[in-house]
């Protein structure tokens, strides 16, 4: 009758953690008595290890210590973690023969490693009301597991244990229902209308030509402050030549289907456009440069998986969260390394999917008081970036700025206001950015400053060899100057980035004829 006693203990320990305390049964052995269970908490003990096992030695005792650490520490790495802690509970009829308390006294740690900590416990017929006490204070549950009750109707073990793997059955289904709430549907959607409008770019000048992006909806600031509203939402179904729009759609299929599966169709639709929304926004703020592509509202679906770790961070991070998080990190490293990027758009996206999904949770969750918030919070932050966006920057004249000024009076034909404006940020400024140099050079030309446009364009196409157009221009400035070897030059130069431009080749073909003419 003991050892049915004990058998009761175990299974009655693991029931009292699993139904009323919500940790996760990670592992059963075939035979039933070893079980690895998981905490639901942030704090305290993240794994639990029990065994049913009548202990003669301790040496054994030791050894199968060791091992159990062992197999927590590869926990510990394979999630990630800085450090774990775990629970080991022997439950035995009787303690060891031998000396054994001195081994279980400390939390184990093995060498020099104390990121992984163990307590253990062995829980025997001699201790049980002090056994079950401290294994409560590890844990950190209050009411503690032991009551007088749990040492009565150890007749029940069946029962018991049925009723406890009938609550992890039905809690592993409900978790398989949170990855399959819905269906795709927008995903393939947006898949359709972004590989529709490649070719429609290509077939109408071509999705690398800056004017066709235009044209057809990129993000362009200066039209965006001229009331153009809806190129906030227009770039993100655009994309900039056949690479771009690969990995994008890759990354739309794998990472859309996943979101829009967790949260419902209608939820994702609103997500996508938000973070999309959102990622324009940041690059209208932070980048005069014109930008097209779903990076934004990709990344928004990024924002949408983090959220769902907040709300179940044990299901995220034994699921995805690894995953995620690296290559969140990995894309915003190579958007800080190659300039051409749009970082500020990604983090944008990002910061919106999450915005969006914490506004609207995850289906069958309420939650009033963190949705509102998020709203609040989310509307602040929107207006707070479109005022930045459309009433300071406008009347800053850092480079960026100017140079989108510059642009916008070329465009008007106002050649001597785009020159001051760009002037005026080159002698106020550090750090000038290889287009002003280029845009300043084009006003020089304009109003016969040669020499000015010359030395602009040296340092262009000294930063930048392979900005051929720069070529092109200082080619022609070299030829007003009547320097026609450095004109060959740089229009060789041009060629050697576009070799098919016929009005390079053109150009070339005068220089030469002009310099056997003065032979």
């Not at 001229?226 to 890759?250: A, C, D, K, S």
Request: aromatic fraction near 12%; proline fraction near 3%; charged fraction near 20%.
């Amino acid at each position: 009758m003991m050892v049915f006693r004990q058998d009761y203990l175990y299974w009655k320990t693991i029931q009292h953690l699993v139904v009323n305390h919500q940790f996760r049964m990670v592992q059963l052995s075939q035979n039933e008595n070893e079980v690895w269970l998981e905490s639901s908490k942030r704090s305290g003990p993240a794994l639990v290890r029990i065994l049913r096992y009548d202990l003669d030695w301790g040496n054994w005792l030791q050894r199968d210590m060791e091992q159990t650490w062992a197999r927590v520490e590869e926990v510990r790495k394979k999630q990630y973690k800085r450090k774990i802690e775990a629970i080991n509970l022997y439950v035995s009829t009787y303690p060891p023969v031998d000396e054994w308390e001195e081994r279980v006294e400390k939390p184990l740690t093995v060498g020099n490693q104390e990121k992984t900590s163990m307590n253990t416990i062995v829980l025997h017929s001699e201790n049980i009301s002090q056994g079950l006490e401290e294994f409560s204070k590890h844990l950190r549950i209050d009411p503690p597991l032991y009551d007088e009750g749990i040492l009565f109707d150890y007749t029940r073990v069946d029962a018991i244990k049925f009723n406890t793997l009938t609550v992890v059955n039905e809690r592993a289904k409900q978790e398989k229902k949170i990855f399959t709430y819905g269906k795709p549907y927008f995903t393939y959607f947006f898949i359709f209308v972004q590989l529709t409008m490649y070719f429609f770019l290509e077939m109408n000048g071509g999705s690398t030509n800056p004017q066709t992006l235009i044209k057809f909806g990129a993000k362009d600031n200066l039209k965006i402050l001229h009331g153009e509203w809806w190129r906030f939402i227009t770039p993100v179904v655009l994309h900039i030549g056949f690479f771009h729009l690969v990995m994008n759609t890759l990354a739309l299929y794998f990472l859309g289907t996943a979101v829009e599966r967790i949260y419902g169709r209608s939820r994702f639709l609103v997500i996508y456009l938000f973070a999309g929304f959102a990622g324009t926004v940041a690059s209208f703020v932070f980048s005069p440069a014109i930008s097209a592509g779903a990076s934004g509202a990709i990344f928004g679906c990024f924002g949408a998986l983090l959220f769902f770790g907040v709300a179940h961070p044990s299901l995220f991070f034994r699921t995805m969260g690894v995953n995620v998080i690296a290559v969140i990190g990995l894309n915003l490293v190579i958007g800080f390394i190659f300039p051409v990027v749009d970082n500020a758009g990604h983090i944008g996206g990002l910061i919106g999917g999450f915005l969006a999904s914490s506004i609207l949770h995850l289906p069958n969750q309420r939650k009033v008081g963190q949705r509102v918030i998020a709203l609040i919070v989310t509307i602040a932050l929107t207006l707070m970036m479109l005022y930045i966006g459309f009433m300071i920057q406008p009347t800053t004249n850092t480079p960026l700025h100017a140079i989108n000024m510059a642009k916008t009076y070329i465009e008007d034909e106002k050649i001597e206001e785009a020159y001051e404006r760009l002037l005026h940020s080159e002698t106020h400024h550090d750090n000038i950015p290889i287009e002003l140099y280029f845009y300043l050079s084009y006003t020089e030309v304009k109003l016969g400053k040669m020499e000015d446009a010359r030395k602009h364009l040296e340092i262009v196409t000294n930063e930048r060899p392979e900005f051929h157009e720069a070529h092109y221009n200082l080619s022609l400035v070299y030829i007003h100057l009547k320097d026609l070897e450095k004109a060959k030059t740089s229009i060789e130069n041009a060629l050697a980035h576009a070799p098919d431009n016929d009005d390079y080749q053109t150009l070339l073909h005068e220089i030469n004829r002009s310099l056997e003419g003065s032979e």
